[in-house]
T-cell receptor
Framework: GAVVSQHPSRVICKSGTSVKIECRSL??????MFWYRQFPKQSLMLMAT?????????EQGVEKDKFLINHASLTLSTLTVTSAHPEDSSFYIC????????????FGEGSWLTVV | DAKTTQPTSMDCAEGRAANLPCNHS???????VYWYRQIHSQGPQYIIH???NNETNEMASLIITEDRKSSTLILPHATLRDTAVYYC?????????????FGTGTQLKVEL
């Protein structure tokens, strides 16, 4: 299957600072990427859909000014958590859609964010 | 997208077949059935998907009923490494960015 890579896999930041998570499609081009958040013992919750060259579409209840998404190229989308708070600590996962081939979506390894 | 219903948990003996059911009674004619699994603290892994016909790949088989209201994912020879949460997701071919909406899934525990 196609490979999606996230970086960093783990990050600790101080309250009030911003942190950026990168999501790359390594062996294919992705016009559409998705960002999810997962709290312990819960399922994945879609945060936003990221489209290359245009603004992201956020799910209801997700603050677009707090979770900045940039999809500047066909292989890279970034999620920036601004003014992080401890309640933002979570597992963030990106995924990318392979155009054609059934439009299958592949996921990255996830990024653990801890805000202290 | 149609919602799915899966058992909360299942157990399976190593080496035996694991049969994971999924109900999707409100599925539309152009919606696919996708299966993913998530091993603890990792991103979900794509397993298989299908529309009408049964499908098989190196990981699993997908059996879809003729009326498409339910399906079964079959892991033919389960191993301890197959212990994971398995998600059955119904997804349309277009619209909404083809996003995947995750339910609670089935926690499969493979034991010796």
């Amino acid at each position: 299957g196609a490979v999606v890579s996230q970086h960093p896999s783990r990050v600790i930041c101080k309250s009030g600072t911003s942190v950026k998570i990168e999501c790359r499609s390594l062996d294919f081009q992705a016009t559409t990427m998705f960002w999810y958040r997962q709290f312990p013992k819960q399922s994945l919750m879609l945060m936003a859909t990221s489209n290359e060259g245009s603004k992201a579409t956020y799910e209801q209840g997700v603050e677009k000014d707090k979770f900045l998404i940039n999809h500047a190229s066909l292989t890279l989308s970034t999620l920036t958590v601004t003014s992080a708070h401890p309640e933002d600590s979570s597992f963030y996962i990106c995924s990318a859609k392979v155009t054609g081939s059934g439009n299958t979506i592949y996921f990255g390894e996830g990024s653990w964010l801890t805000v202290v | 997208d149609a919602k799915t219903t899966q058992p909360t948990s299942m157990d399976c003996a190593e080496g035996r077949a694991a049969n994971l059911p999924c109900n999707h009674s409100t599925i539309s004619g152009n919606e696919y059935v996708y299966w993913y699994r998530q091993i603890h603290s990792q991103g979900p892994q794509y397993i298989i998907h299908g529309l009408k016909n049964n499908e098989t790949n190196e990981m699993a088989s997908l059996i879809i009923t003729e009326d498409r209201k339910s399906s079964t994912l079959i892991l033919p020879h389960a191993t301890l490494r197959d212990t994971a949460v398995y998600y059955c997701i119904v997804r349309g071919p277009t619209g909404g960015g083809n996003k995947l909406t995750f339910g609670t899934g089935t926690q499969l525990k493979v034991e010796l």
